[in-house]
């Protein structure tokens, strides 16, 4: 037997995690296996139904209700880098860190020296636990990776072992739900020509143009949203109801190939309407009271903020580098942006803040605070060097 022989799994309750359990007693040897389930926001009726199967299968289970801490630690510095990757807006990514750290912390209370993920060797979750698990001493076992296993062999083997999954080899669908993003995938989801039918949709509902549209103003305070409608929120709450706000108009739905850090390039579809009118609505005040150099700058910089985050590196000394800079540039985010929800679309229609670069004065066509006669100079200069290499190669 294994000399080890206690292992902490960071659990979900899906598929994958579920029939871990056994295998790591069946294949590794090991005689006890604590589960670790974290709320991140996923749907109450799936943590009650992860405790429940953690409790029936596992030695030992915890559940740990993270969902301040991610609100305040991974989404606002996310919003507040204007987090995407390729488009994705980084639910999974920014949520595995959180989740792979609080398995960590109940593997160092019980003194277990191994832990274990349920990820397959083809995606992008692989890393972002092992980025955090092997920041300790701890052994790291991945069965999904380690036994090459496929799926329709894992719905056999639960189904052999009386493990109750919602998966079917007809409805395949992979799953992961949490308070920022619902990605689904698998079947013939894995097929880029296939056009997805509308049952794997579960927070947004189609686009229909004869909806009629909703306005809603969303408040920021150095880029963090504080407020609905002029009404204070906490940040789980606000999400939630931007959620259900923007998924009654068909709002932060995706579709696209996305490049995965392995080099695979895979086709991911992604639900997110809080995540979409969050993050276009903070940029949208980020370009009334930046600078056009911070403005340039900052974009650089957010993409390197958001490869790190799709990455799972934020570990990384470059992430605490790049989070300094853009709390840096957010103290002056303040200001609120009124968003139009319709027909799949979340556009910015209007913005304030008290830190604005706009001038309505200067720049009104009406306005008598500047003479034009004044840019003729400028525009003199505007162009030379190349009006000079004109002239000289003509």
Known sequence: MNPVSEVVLAYSGGLDT?????????RYG??????????????????????????????????????????RDYLFPLIKANGSYEGYVLGTAIARPLIAAKAVEVAMKKGIDTLAHGCTGRGNDQL??????????????????????????????AREHGIDVPV????????????????????????????????????TKSPDASRPAQVVEIGFERGVPVSLDGVRM???????????????????????????????????NYEHPAATILLTAHE?????????????????????????????????????DLNSFVDKSQERVNGSVRMKLYAGCAIPVGRQSPDALYSQEMVSFDSQTLSQRDAEGFAKYHGFQARLLRRRCS
């Not at 579920?18 to 069946?26: F, G, Q, T």
């Not at 955090?132 to 056999?156: H, K, N, Y």
């Not at 013939?188 to 056009?195: G, N, T, V």
């Not at 068909?250 to 895979?266: F, N, P, Q, S, W």
């Open 18 to 26: 579920s029939v871990c359990i056994p295998l790591l007693r069946e």
């Open 30 to 71: 090991f005689n006890r296996v604590v589960t670790v389930l974290v709320d991140v926001g996923q749907p109450r009726s799936d943590i009650e139904r992860g405790n429940l199967r953690a409790k029936q299968l596992a030695d030992e289970h915890y559940a740990i209700d993270a969902r301040e801490e991610f609100v």
């Open 128 to 157: 972002r636990f092992e980025a955090v698990f092997r920041c300790t001493s701890c052994r790291v076992i991945a069965p999904m990776r380690d036994l090459d296993l496929a799926r329709e062999w894992e719905i056999e083997y």
């Open 168 to 203: 079917t080899k007809e409805r395949p669908w992979s799953i992961d739900e949490n308070l920022w993003s619902r990605s689904i995938e698998g079947g013939r989801l894995e097929d880029p020509f296939f056009e997805p039918p509308e049952e794997i949709y579960g927070w």
């Open 234 to 268: 906490g940040g789980i709450d606000l999400i939630a109801r931007l959620n259900q706000m923007g998924g009654e108009h068909g709002v932060g739905r995706t579709d696209m190939v996305e490049d995965r850090v392995l080099g695979l390039k895979a086709r991911e």
């Open 284 to 320: 949208d005040l980020e370009h009334l009271v930046l600078s056009r150099a911070e403005l340039r700058f900052k974009a650089i910089v957010d993409d390197a903020w958001s490869e790190l985050a799709y990455m799972g590196l934020v570990e990384d000394p470059l992430y605490a």
